[in-house]
Structure formats: structure tokens, C-alpha cells
């Protein structure tokens, strides 16, 4: 752990924050029972003020095409804010407020405020974005690393459970080509609509179910990695910012919410 790092406890919950590695949740752990993976890439980050890629790193904003650098060449990914460190505004035992500056590469100036609650059975992560000056395009999304497996003897690797209503096409370079299509079966790195809101559960067999929600209507869900699966839920597609962008101006912040929410299903 970092010297930054802190953790928020809530009956046998225990969450750790690390302001110091990009504002990111780094640890979710129900009865002692660690549920995101472990690492300095992993646990969950946040993703702001873009989410998954931006085709060639650019956007364009009114006439003016912004270049953004290629850290996943060819493209753009999961914006900057989780390459930065983030302040403490101020915490209690189970909730914390951090907040992040906008600087470059990212060509506004602005502010991003998380706000992190627990209770015994749930965690809600609230994030906005605020523009200092100009209006700028941008996207909230969060991506949290679930274990695959939760390391118990004999425990079972996660199950997937959702309903959406259209899985947007991926191109050859994973993006999306602008057709929604029928759901089709995993593996996925894949966008998917669902319009009443983002509604995923994940479930360890006679272990634990967690569902993550949101009042969103975009989650991409990625489940090609062995040691974890990710579903993140985001304010737009990937490329959001060409196809979908979402403007935030000085008077109108930018805003969304997803709350995790477990319950137990055996001895975990």
C-alpha cells in the first residue's frame, strides 16, 4: 500500500482508496473475502473524461479536431484522470470525497470530484465533471477487475447475468462501427445498451452475488482475461466523444452513479 492509500470499513466491509494511483478503489473486501483484483493497474479505476478508445486519439470539438496521445496505439483509451493523483476533500469512516484537476494532455481546464459511500452491503461511486472555462465534450465510466474466482477451495468462477437490449457491433479495431446488433454469447469486449438503466449481476456460486447498477444505459463488459472480468458501467459507447459526446459547461457539470450491492450465498 501507498502512504496515501486509506480504507472506509462498514459492518464486515472494507474498502481501500488509493487518491495516489489515479483515484482508484483498490480493494472491495466482504468478510475478509478480497473481490477485485489485486494490482497497481487493477482494482477499480475511474475513467474520465473519456471512456474505453477514442479512434486515432482525436475528437473533434465544434470545427477544431483535438489529438490526444495514442497510450494504446492506435488509439486513445479510458482517459487521464487514472494516470493522476488525486486530492482528499475530506472523509469519515465510510465515505470520502477526492477530487482531481484536469491538466494535459486533456486541453481544458476542469474538476473532477468522486464522492465513495459504503454500507454493510452496497458501495456507490458518484463522479462529476465541472469546466472551469469553455464547454468541453466528455464521459464518465468506472472499470473495476472482479475476480474470476474468489479463492475459495473449491469455489466456482464467476457467472455473468444481464438483459440488454442491443450489443453494439465491434469493428476489427475494437470499436464500435455504429450497427447495434442481437446480444450475442461471450467471450465479450463488448459495449451493450440497456436503456432502463445498467443492471449486471455477477454471482460465485454459493458465495456471493454482487449487482452493479446504474441509471446509465452503456456498459461494456470484458471477460477475456482468466484472472478477472470487468463490467463497467459509462455515460456513452466507446468513441463517445465522436459518436455520442456529452457537453459540459461552466453552468451544467457532468454527472453519473453506480452502486454495487451484494449479498451473501454461502460462507464467504
Known amino acids: 500500500m501507498s502512504s496515501d492509500d486509506f480504507s472506509l470499513g462498514a459492518g464486515d466491509a472494507e474498502v481501500t482508496l488509493q487518491p495516489g494511483n489515479g483515484g482508484r478503489v483498490g480493494g472491495l473486501r466482504v468478510g475478509g473475502v478480497e473481490l477485485l483484483r489485486q494490482g497497481e493497474r487493477f482494482g477499480c479505476f475511474p475513467m474520465v473524461p473519456w471512456c474505453g478508445r477514442i479512434r486515432d486519439g482525436r475528437f473533434l470539438d465544434g470545427g477544431t479536431v483535438r489529438q490526444l496521445p ?38 481544458y481546464p476542469g474538476r473532477v470530484t468522486q464522492v465513495v459511500r459504503l454500507t454493510a452491503d ?85 458465495e456471493l452475488e454482487l449487482k452493479v447498477a446504474s441509471p446509465e444505459e452503456w456498459v461494456v463488459v470484458y471477460d477475456e482475461q482468466e484472472a478477472a472480468v470487468c463490467v463497467e458501467p459509462q455515460t ?33
Open 236 to 268: 456513452g459507447p466507446p468513441d463517445g466523444l465522436n459518436s455520442l459526446p456529452r457537453l459540459v459547461t461552466p453552468i451544467e457539470p457532468l454527472e453519473a452513479t453506480t452502486t454495487w450491492t451484494w449479498r451473501r450465498l454461502g460462507a464467504v
Open 122 to 206: 452496497s458501495l456507490t461511486l458518484t463522479m462529476a465533471v465541472e469546466a472551469h472555462e469553455s464547454s468541453f465534450p466528455a464521459q464518465i465510466g468506472w472499470h473495476p477487475w472482479f475476480n474470476r474466482n474468489l479463492g475459495a477451495l473449491g469455489g466456482e468462477d464467476v457467472r455473468l447475468s444481464f438483459e440488454p437490449s442491443w450489443q453494439e457491433e465491434r469493428g476489427d479495431d475494437h470499436l464500435p462501427t455504429g450497427n447495434r446488433v442481437e446480444p450475442k454469447p461471450g467471450p465479450w469486449d463488448d459495449c451493450f445498451g440497456m436503456p432502463g438503466s445498467v443492471d449486471v449481476t455477477l454471482t460465485w456460486p454459493g
Open 70 to 107: 495514442l497510450n494504446s496505439p492506435p488509439h486513445a483509451i479510458h482517459g487521464t484522470v487514472r494516470d493522476g493523483a488525486w486530492r482528499v476533500a475530506r472523509r469519515t469512516a465510510d465515505e470520502a470525497v477526492i477530487t482531481y484537476d484536469l491538466v494535459d494532455p486533456w486541453p
